[in-house]
T-cell receptor, first 114, second 113 residues
Framework: GQQLNQSPQSMFIQEGEDVSMNCTSSSIFNTWLWYKQDPGEGPVLLIALYKAGELTSNGRLTAQFGITRKDSFLNISASIPSDVGIYFCAGQLPSSGSARQLTFGSGTQLTVLP | EAQVTQNPRYLITVTGKKLTVTCSQNMNHEYMSWYRQDPGLGLRQIYYSMNVEVTDKGDVPEGYKVSRKEKRNFPLILESPSPNQTSLYFC????????????FGDGTRLSIL
């Protein structure tokens, strides 16, 4: 399957700091999604991006769909302890046989230190 | 409450003993999917279903079967489980439309000894 390169793999930050993570691919995607997974739970959708250049916010979270359609980033401002978890990017290819088939990045493990 | 429900949540079993993981959604979603999650690999799609009686292979279908006899249910079947199928499994569903995001269950942790 297609590869999504998500970085960094892990981050340790102090409470109150801003966080940035990104996903890149050699392929063009129609849609970029960002999910968060808490321990023992399934991923929960944070932000969905549908157009190149789109910048969308959800509270302290901001994500952008890259102009080239091959990348996306997620920023978290003023981190708090409950931001701890694994963040996944996911992309939908334009040529996907199913309109719902997603390719996931390998995840960014975020730890927020008090 | 909108939910995707998986059972069991945890299972330890032995090689070769057939098992089924059930998945049910109450949102009348057409699309359902199974993923496995392994450390450092993210989520990889096993099988998906566009609607009742319509299923197709994802990226890692070997060793798995699925069925979609009813819209709400999408069981994952391991006919002869092997240790390399030890993993965390997630079921997801979404409505059919332009890039409707998928809703995930809470996961099933399988250990095959």
């Amino acid at each position: 399957g297609q590869q999504l390169n998500q970085s960094p793999q892990s981050m340790f930050i102090q409470e109150g700091e801003d966080v940035s993570m990104n996903c890149t691919s050699s392929s063009i995607f129609n849609t970029w999604l960002w999910y968060k997974q808490d321990p023992g739970e399934g991923p929960v959708l944070l932000i969905a991006l549908y157009k190149a250049g789109e910048l969308t916010s959800n509270g302290r979270l901001t994500a952008q769909f890259g102009i080239t359609r091959k990348d996306s980033f997620l920023n978290i401002s003023a981190s708090i302890p409950s931001d701890v978890g694994i963040y996944f990017c996911a992309g939908q290819l334009p040529s996907s046989g199913s309109a719902r088939q997603l390719t996931f990045g390998s995840g960014t493990q975020l730890t927020v230190l008090p | 409450e909108a939910q995707v429900t998986q059972n069991p949540r945890y299972l330890i079993t032995v090689t070769g003993k057939k098992l089924t993981v059930t998945c049910s959604q109450n949102m009348n979603h057409e699309y359902m999917s199974w993923y496995r999650q392994d450390p450092g690999l993210g989520l990889r799609q096993i099988y998906y279903s566009m609607n009742v009686e319509v299923t197709d292979k994802g990226d890692v279908p070997e060793g798995y079967k699925v069925s979609r006899k009813e819209k709400r249910n999408f069981p994952l079947i391991l006919e002869s489980p092997s240790p390399n199928q030890t993993s965390l499994y997630f079921c997801a569903s979404s409505s059919y439309g332009v890039a409707q995001p998928q809703h995930f269950g809470d996961g099933t942790r399988l250990s095959i000894l």
